[in-house]
């Protein structure tokens, strides 16, 4: 009979780090460690917060991105541009866009992109959502900021072909972003050079 060589608790760990998205069982085990090797106090620290993320961050009702507050910080600031709606595929593009710096409406995360071969279409993303601020609030501007990618062009022209019949300005990231790169991962000078320069769709 083979010996267990790791102790049942670390596999445990190593195993839930593997279930998230860049974490293989080498980087899995390699932070599964460093845990193991902290003081206890800091491993509680941390489970602690986990614990704590769904019953802590909630979907703000108006834009869905993540927050502890509804409505969310951004959607509550006054000063900024409640005229103008940035579209994005997920909360990390909203942050990316904010350490930009040069962005001051409001958003709209769609949690994901148009994927039919995955069973993704219109219903299952934000799009009804998004529709239906466009008909209660006074939206001059749509800024649509999906990602490069296929999928995200592919939403892009969907939304630009849902859009286009209402008196609402359809703008597009412009220059500055690569083909197939995900904007969450673009530099902030980059980022911040291609939502100055968006350009109207046609």
Known sequence: MSQQVIPQALE????????LPGIGKKTASRLALT????????????????????SSIQLCSCCFTFSENDPCAICADYKRDA??????????DLIAIEKAGNYLGHYHILHGVLAPMDG???????????????????IKE????????????????????????????????ACGIPMG?????????TLARAI???SKTT
């Not at 445990?12 to 279930?19: A, E, N, P, V």
């Not at 845990?35 to 769904?54: F, K, N, W, Y």
């Not at 990618?149 to 072909?161: M, R």
């Not at 790169?181 to 000078?189: L, Q, R, S």
Request: charged residues 25%.
């Open 142 to 173: 749509v800024f649509i900021a999906t990602s490069s990618t296929v999928p995200g062009e592919a939403t892009a022209n969907y939304l630009i072909d849902r859009l286009l019949n209402r008196s609402i300005l359809v703008t597009r990231l």
């Open 196 to 198: 100055a320069s968006r």
């Open 83 to 92: 005229s103008l709606i940035c579209v994005v595929e997920q909360p990390g």
């Open 35 to 54: 845990i193991l090797r902290r003081p206890a106090g800091e491993a509680r620290e941390l489970a602690g917060a986990l614990a704590d993320l769904h």
């Open 120 to 138: 993704i279409g219109p219903n299952e993303i934000k799009i009804r959502e998004l529709e239906a601020r466009l008909s209660t609030n006074k």
């Open 181 to 189: 790169m995900d904007i969450k991962y673009a530099d902030k000078h």
């Open 12 to 19: 445990r760990l190593i195993l839930d780090l593997t279930k």
